[in-house]
């Protein structure tokens, strides 16, 4: 090889490598030090090296329960994503018997990936409401004497919006494991004589490993990560890290909203480190 | 598998079909009430039928930008597609040998991507107050939909090349084809389709940006911070309009894409 042509790479690289840098690289490194920044009303960021901003959180008993809350969400999420996305996967993966219908059962699973998660959360208000559809259907049915008042604005219709929201997540990489289960791996199994069960658990479920890992990652970030969510199904009873710190902003209190928000990516990262263990991502697609 | 659909599948099947009335019902059921009569309120029933709340979404509203928002966004939408494709592409191409600091960007990618969106909008918002710059959609905000939009284009394109036979573009050399030329008539043509899959990555999730665009976009927002605004401040059925008229966006530019990897699959045949 040319020594050009050796210098490609680095140049077809070039543009990725800088947008990162500039708007990832640099932005997070600036949360970092931000999070030891002063401010007042009228200076809302004055450069300075305290640890007031961390003090201030770590001391509060409020960060620690809207943490324990937020992981709260976020174990009920994964759990009811993570079950629901495997069922689906697997029936589109070993009982759909075409590829047109797979594919075409597939695009219906992820078409709503490409429409607003704004209005997907925004649209179940109408149902849920007090005045919303189900409760409509309730009284009207006999079912409940009166509207019931748990439906929307609790932590029962937040984790309603991110199963909606995040199944798709699981679906796609667990049916991209799936697909790749070699078809005679399971009929060998059939010919020994395991059951339904038996395949499900000994070879299934094990090889789509990698696929749960991806899904799980990817639920954890989101559910992290989600500020609005919370905000239009919770209402004001349920809190969750992402709230606080867009309440912080709403105040433009920048410094502890940054120091909220390194302690959020440091807890992120050290539960998706754990999983990457399991996973070589790159292999998977 | 088995010959007989068994009860495993009709089990299964009526699971599928609960998830997608689940997937789909909310999205529809405001589609319905947004078609409300003038007199018609947030929720069921339907108070009459008429396009009055989608002719209230074009007249000036009292709060707001609707139009200037929905330009913005288009606007925003189609430079990050293009950018997306392109930068994609070239990193894409880049991957398919060795250099230096290949893994650290690969990483630097996934971490773009499970990063709380929050904090890159914190960020790119600090550094610019910082700098004294003015906060755009057209610059700020496009930084932090890219930042959001590179790393599925990036895995999309491994994806694509980790399938891509390498023999082909041997033979393309071995006939004499320049590096450049392997790749505008053997590589491009093989991949055109993927790169509408990343096109249309790229164009819905920043025309549906909502968390990186929330410390960025300045004076003026974009389409989703006005749904956002408009949630907290409407109680008409105007927002659900406006919901559908997204959502109509939205689905437009998939068909468009689908039919276009459609059309190119079977010109191959």
């Known amino acids: ?285 | 598998m088995e010959k007989r659909r068994g009860v495993e599948f009709w089990v299964l099947a009526v699971f599928f079909a609960l998830f997608v009335v689940f997937l789909y019902g909310p999205t529809l059921s405001i589609m319905v009430l947004s078609f409300q009569g003038p007199q018609g309120n947030l929720v069921f029933p339907m108070n009459g039928f008429s396009l009055h709340w989608f002719r209230e979404l074009f007249r000036d509203q009292p709060i707001g930008d609707i139009h200037g928002a929905f330009g913005r966004s288009i606007r925003l939408a189609l430079i990050v597609m293009g950018l997306t494709v392109l930068v994609s592409l070239l990193a894409g191409l880049a991957y398919r040998r060795h250099f230096i600091g290949s893994t650290a960007l690969f990483y630097i990618a996934v971490a773009s991507l499970i990063m709380p969106s929050i904090v890159i909008s914190i960020g790119i918002g600090a550094g610019y107050e910082l700098l004294g710059w003015t906060r755009t959609w057209y610059t700020s905000a496009l930084g932090a939909h890219l930042t959001w939009t590179l790393p599925f284009g990036l895995l999309i394109m491994f994806a694509v090349f980790n399938r891509f036979n390498p023999a082909l573009e041997e033979a393309a050399r071995d006939l004499g084809a320049t590096g450049w030329q392997s790749v505008r008539h053997v590589v491009l043509p093989i991949i055109a389709p993927s790169l509408i899959g990343v096109a249309l990555f790229g164009f819905t999730l920043s025309f549906d940006e909502l968390p990186r665009s929330s410390q960025v976009t300045g004076d003026v927002n974009t389409m989703p911070k006005e749904l956002q605004a408009l949630q907290t401040n409407t109680v008409t059925p105007v927002i659900y309009a406006l919901g559908t008229l997204t959502t109509l966006v939205s689905f437009a530019v998939i068909g468009l894409s689908l039919a276009a990897v459609a059309v190119i699959r079977s010109r191959r045949r």
């Open chain 1, 1 to 285: 090889m040319s020594l050009s042509s050796r210098t490609v790479p680095y140049f077809q690289a070039a543009p990725l490598a800088l947008i990162f840098l500039a708007f990832f690289v640099t932005p997070v490194l600036l949360v970092g030090a931000v999070s030891f920044f002063d401010y007042q009303t009228w200076d809302i960021l004055i450069p300075d090296f305290n640890f007031y901003n961390y003090e201030y959180l770590l001391e509060s008993s409020t960060t620690y329960r809207t943490y324990a809350n937020t992981a709260k969400l976020c174990a009920l999420a994964w759990v009811f994503t993570l079950s629901i996305g495997f069922t689906i996967a697997y029936f589109l993966a070993f009982h759909v018997r075409t590829v047109p219908t797979q594919i075409a059962l597939f695009l219906v699973c992820t078409i709503p990936f490409w429409t607003s998660n704004i209005i997907r959360t925004i649209s179940w208000i109408p149902l849920l409401g007090r005045e919303g559809l189900v409760n409509q259907a309730l009284v009207g049915s006999g079912l409940a004497a009166e509207p019931v008042e748990w439906l929307l604005y609790s932590e029962f219709a937040v984790i309603l919006g991110y199963v909606h929201l995040y199944t798709l997540f699981m679906i796609v990489p667990i049916f991209n494991s799936m697909m790749r289960i070699d078809p005679a791996l399971i009929e060998a199994a059939r010919d020994a004589g395991a059951s339904q069960w038996q395949v499900l658990w000994t070879i299934v479920i094990p090889l789509s490993r990698p696929g749960i890992a991806i899904g799980t990652i990817f639920v954890i970030a989101m559910v992290m990560g989600d500020y609005f969510t919370v905000d239009v199904l919770g209402g004001a009873k349920v809190a969750s890290v992402g709230k606080t710190i867009v309440n912080e902003l709403g105040y433009l209190q920048y410094p502890p909203a940054a120091a909220n928000a390194v302690v959020l990516t440091l807890v992120t990262i050290l539960l998706i480190v754990g999983l990457m263990r399991i996973v070589n991502i790159r292999k998977e697609l």
